[in-house]
């Protein structure tokens, strides 16, 4: 969504790159292999989820269900609202869960 790109771009985080399928998505996911530090991906579409998960991914990413459904089933965090506090909360769990080795 419009207003969750704006808050990520106001906590100074890296544009985010929004896929239309999960084809895309994978590309996105396998792109972002050779980079460096933790991976968060933000799911608008839950039944994506098990994808994501299914993926023989190097670097798995950490996994947010920003869903208006927030069903949360798969995930390491579920965005209850997209405000840039909550956003933040996010970030933080993924720099933990990243730094205590996935």
């Known amino acids: 969504s419009v207003a969750l790109a704006a808050n990520i771009s106001l906590l100074g985080l890296e544009e985010p ?35 994501i998960s299914a993926l023989q991914l190097r670097r798995m990413p950490f996994i947010v269900d920003s869903s208006v459904e927030r069903a949360g089933v798969g995930c390491h965090f579920t965005l209850q609202s997209q405000t840039s506090e909550e956003i933040q909360e996010a970030v933080d769990g993924c720099h933990a869960w990243w730094l205590s080795g996935c």
């Open 17 to 51: 790159v929004t896929a239309e399928d999960v084809e895309s998505m994978e590309e996105f996911l396998q792109a972002a292999q050779s980079r460096k530090g933790p991976l968060m991906i933000m799911v608008g579409k839950p039944d994506w989820i098990p994808h």
